[in-house]
């Protein structure tokens, strides 16, 4: 099955290929180039980038993808609303790119821990600023983190605790809150997809 996700001026062509057979994937894409030429837009195939996840043991070679005779470039992570997704499914680079943002945040908290701010405003700024960008989207990654991973996230928050001198929510407390508050939301929306997913106990 295949499906065009839109937000904003970005469109991603998701894909489930079934049994090596590319061509419903590679014919959704045909369609998409014929519907933009049809209404007057053009696609940029240099900023167009395709990942392929095959996660078999004995993966095959797959053929290039082309727009307009020109093959479009695969590479082996992309970003995708925020969240780095890469090729095996792995959230390194996901980890690393969201910490490197709240490391260089730490500074700030630093700064205004120097100008005398108490412990509940600097809270109220952490939370805001970085607690925000490690949590970003966290119940889609967190749960198939690797240790190192987690590690390196509560490192952060570590360090941002000693800073402020109070105690804060730990990662893993937050992601199991969200879940929880996701799961009992979809659970009260019948019309949501996953709806059916869940029964009450």
Not at 9 to 25: A, M, R
Not at 72 to 96: A, C, P, Q, Y
Not at 117 to 123: G, N
Request: hydrophobic share 35%; charged share 20%; aromatic share 6%.
């Amino acid at each position: 099955s295949n499906h065009i996700i839109k937000f904003a001026d970005d469109t991603t062509v998701v894909g489930l290929i079934s049994n090596n057979d590319k061509t419903p994937y590679r014919g959704e894409v045909a369609q998409l180039v014929e519907w933009c030429g049809a209404n007057n837009l053009s696609l940029n195939v240099s900023k167009t980038k395709e990942v392929v996840m095959d996660l078999r043991r004995n993966s095959v070679d797959h053929p290039p993808l082309t727009i307009d005779s020109s093959a479009v470039e695969r590479v082996s992570s992309t970003k995708f609303l925020g969240v780095h997704i890469t090729e095996d499914l792995t959230w390194t680079t996901n980890t690393m790119s969201l910490s490197k943002k709240a490391q260089q945040r730490l500074h700030f908290l630093r700064r205004l821990k120097r100008a005398s701010l108490p412990p509940p405003i600097l809270t109220t700024f952490y939370r805001g600023t970085i607690e925000s960008v490690l949590t970003s989207c966290i119940t889609v990654w967190y749960g198939n983190c690797s240790t190192a991973d987690r590690k390196t996230l509560q490192r952060t928050v570590s360090t941002a605790a000693k800073i402020i001198g109070a105690p804060l929510p730990s990662i893993l407390d937050i992601f199991l809150a969200r879940c929880s508050g996701k799961a009992t939301s979809i659970v009260k929306d019948s019309t949501h997809p996953s709806h059916h997913l869940f029964q009450l106990l």
